[in-house]
């Protein structure tokens, strides 16, 4: 125990730290040596970088990514995959048929090609999806950053209002919507319908991690700087905080896709003449016992895009978030 | 604790009025009539529209409206169902079955949902914990409604175990299929959080302690370990409230329990607007009052919440 960490003579005198006036380090320090050295060639890292150093070493996230790349262009462009239309070449004979040549999944009960209306049914899911992502984060980043970032009465009106909200389950407050708009049943009204009640969480997330954030040193050199309330809100905290509103907006995106499905297997979401999977699943519950696959099929690309989605918003938080991912 | 019962009630009367405000907003400020609207596609009888207008008293301004609405809900009057059933007296009938087969449910999520979550933290990394991660993630992705279906003709259809209906009277051996569907999407959330937890838990120092003062893991586990990891899942299981409502919907009117759920599944898919609306201003209240409880049990396990200021 030679080492001369605490400044300690090592000849044995003890150091009386009432008799000498106090303590004084000795000069010799320890010179600098290579560990200490900045390296400046080495590679850059911040939150992001580091994120995506370690997402692209998991399989989970390219399973994901392909899955979501796949429905996305599903969606954009269906006559790649099919040249069917999905409502015009129905055939009562062909009622719940099995596959046929060109019809590789067989009819629905109307007997309509169901590859097809699972292929044009993919667009209403994803857009869906986006619209409401867009109205909850817009919705979610004004409340949840005004009122982490300002405090006091804004906090308490806001955080209240976002109370109010949260406290309706969204879907049962869809359906009371979609009840009330029966008669303009379209992708923007359930979009609305959904969005309006799905914002509180999201403005929660960004609440709290405002909170942790708004009190960082940079924050208050910004402040010394002179720079104004807002524009720190907008520059400094904002982008910082922004880790968690990511991760939460692809979950509640797969949150929207199954929402709108519900809905339309309830029967209060799309119309008809909209393709929608949610409704194909709705045609087809009576018809379980004789033709499950025309329920099945349409269920199975509905929950494959969900968990592409869900598993996604995992390993991204797993990746922004140190503490996730030591549970790995 | 009597001043921490007082303060959280408190703090729910705000939450109560902006609920049914935002619902009674909802259905009675859009534009339009909205009797008319509530009966979508469909044309209502004269005499409906008439009894439902002195109903809902629309001759009045809109704030008038809503204090007369609200005053009925505070009498424990929350109007009448299409059929001219009063909604209370058809509350009094399917609640006992709903609330039977939510506290199946509950039980069977918390009881296989922590075990499974358990085992899967104790023995982070290993296979048994690589697939119960990939079935939780599963069953999140899959939706309620699909959930059912697929066991209805798995376990009713294929293999006979169960009945895919539940008869009248809901017995529990028909709840139990009902019961799993509705526990399933609940089940892998409290797996995955219990393992987290469990694993956040046992890397602690009075875990350690109690190991190296010579305790057994089989005290140490469910005394040390497992009591101190469930403080999340209690709280998620307020949170998750909500979802059970919308869940129990969905499941009652699959499997036709003959609960509330069921009740506002039937006035949904027929379009009967005004008893949707009644039902889902009961499930939000029930919400509300199960939060206020949960929130009040909170208090009762951990001090430190009662004492905030």
Same mark, same amino acid.
């Given at each position: ?240 905080? +922004? ?13 929207? +896709? ?51 989605? +869900? ?18 | ?309």
């Amino acid at each position: 125990m030679s080492s001369n960490l605490t400044g300690e003579p090592t000849d044995g005198t003890p150091v009386d730290g009432r008799s000498s006036t106090h303590y004084v380090a000795p000069l010799d320090e320890t010179p600098l040596v290579g560990v200490d050295a900045v390296k400046v060639a080495e590679k850059r890292s911040n939150l992001w970088i580091d994120a995506w150093r370690d997402v692209r070493r998991r399989p989970m996230f390219w399973i994901s990514a392909a899955l979501i790349l796949l429905v996305a262009l599903v969606a954009l462009f269906p006559g790649l995959f099919t040249q069917t239309p999905p409502n015009n070449n129905c055939i009562l004979g062909n009622s719940n048929g099995g596959p046929t040549d060109g019809h590789p999944l067989g009819f629905t009960k109307q007997g309509c090609d169901i590859y097809a209306r699972i292929i044009h049914g993919t667009s209403t899911s994803l857009s869906v999806g986006f619209i409401v992502i867009v109205l909850t984060t817009t919705l979610g980043i004004l409340f949840g950053a005004f009122s982490g970032f300002y405090g006091g009465w804004i906090d308490a009106v806001l955080s209240r209002l976002g109370d109010i909200f949260f406290s309706i389950p969204y879907i049962l407050a869809a359906v009371v919507i979609m009840s009330v708009l029966s008669q303009y049943r379209s992708v923007w009204s359930i979009s609305l319908a959904i969005g309006i009640f799905a914002w509180p969480s999201t403005a929660r997330v960004l609440r709290s991690e405002i909170l942790r954030v708004k009190n960082a040193d940079f924050v208050m050199a910004s402040t010394a700087l002179g720079l104004s309330r807002f524009k720190i809100l907008l520059k400094h905290v904002l982008p910082n905080s +922004i880790a968690p509103v990511i991760v939460i907006t692809t979950i509640s995106l797969a949150g929207a +896709i199954v929402a709108e499905a519900s809905l339309s297997f309830l029967g209060v979401g799309l119309g008809s003449d909209i393709m929608s999977w949610g409704n194909d699943i709705n045609q087809a519950q009576n018809d379980l016992r004789v033709a499950p696959q025309t329920l099945i099929l349409p269920s199975i690309a509905l929950s494959v895009t969900v968990f592409a989605f +869900i598993s996604l918003g995992e390993v991204v938080r797993d990746a922004l978030d140190p503490k996730a991912r030591a549970l790995r | 604790m009597t001043g921490y019962i007082f303060r959280r009630i408190l703090q729910a009367i705000p939450v109560f009025l902006g609920t049914t405000f935002l619902i009674y907003f909802m259905v009675f400020a859009m534009p339009g009539d909205p009797i008319v609207a509530l009966f979508g596609d469909k044309t209502p009888n004269p005499a409906v529209v008439a009894q439902l207008r002195a109903q809902y008293h629309l001759d009045q301004p809109f704030f008038v409206q809503y204090l007369i609405y609200l005053g009925g809900i505070f009498r424990g009057d929350f109007g009448l169902s299409f059929s001219g059933e009063p909604v209370t007296s058809i509350l009094a009938r399917t609640f006992p079955v709903t609330a039977r087969l939510a506290i199946l449910a509950l039980l069977f999520e918390t009881f296989f949902g922590i075990l499974v979550g358990l085992i899967s933290g104790l023995r982070k990394g290993k296979l048994f914990d690589a697939s119960s991660l990939a079935v939780s993630l599963i069953l999140i992705s899959l939706p309620i409604f699909v959930i059912a279906f697929v066991g209805q003709y798995v376990f009713g259809v294929w293999l006979g175990w169960a009945r895919t209906t539940v008869g009248s009277g809901a017995p529990l051996q028909d709840l139990v299929l009902p019961a799993l569907v509705l526990a399933s999407v609940s089940f892998a959330q409290i797996v995955r959080l219990t393992r987290a937890s469990v694993i956040e838990t046992s890397g602690l120092d009075f875990v350690r302690t109690a190991y190296s003062k010579g305790l057994s893991s089989r005290r140490v586990i469910p005394v040390h370990i497992l009591r101190n990891s469930l403080i999340p899942v209690v709280t998620y299981l307020a949170t998750d409230f909500g979802v059970l409502l919308v869940g129990a919907t969905i499941t009652e009117g699959i499997f036709n329990v003959p609960g509330v759920g069921n009740t506002l599944y039937q006035a949904i898919i027929r379009g009967e607007g005004p008893t949707v609306v009644s039902f889902v201003t009961v499930m939000v209240l029930i919400y509300l009052v199960v939060n206020i409880l949960v929130d009040l049990f909170y208090g009762l396990l951990d001090p430190r919440i009662r004492y905030v200021k």
